[in-house]
């Protein structure tokens, strides 16, 4: 979910335009879902597009089921396991894929 238009790259708008609550309480029509593509290797799917909102908000549940994997966070460090064999999340890796969050 992200009020930044910009990051999609592509939309599907919806025939009748729901009306969702933000977190204020403020009201926002709820147009379109689309695709991100958040890296070269990374896409995201049904991302809903919702104009008021100011952050966007990665929902888990829905990426791990969409990409049949486990995420595990740590301090530091997630990462993702395929629960498929010869899947992979990433071009190039087939069972982990661990990303280090920098801080400064």
Do not use: A
């Amino acid at each position: 979910m992200t009020g930044i238009k910009q990051k999609f790259v592509s939309l599907n708008f919806f025939n009748k335009f729901p009306l969702v609550n933000i977190v204020d309480g403020t009201p926002s029509l709820l147009p379109c879902n689309g695709v991100v593509q958040t890296t070269p290797s990374l896409t995201l799917i049904d991302v809903l597009y919702v104009p008021k909102f100011s952050v966007s908000l990665f929902f888990i549940s829905q990426f791990t089921k969409h990409n049949n994997c486990k995420i595990t966070f740590f301090l530091l460090i997630v990462c993702f396991r395929t629960c498929r064999l010869g899947g992979g999340l990433v071009r190039g890796m087939r069972e982990e894929v661990c990303i280090i969050w920098m801080t400064e």
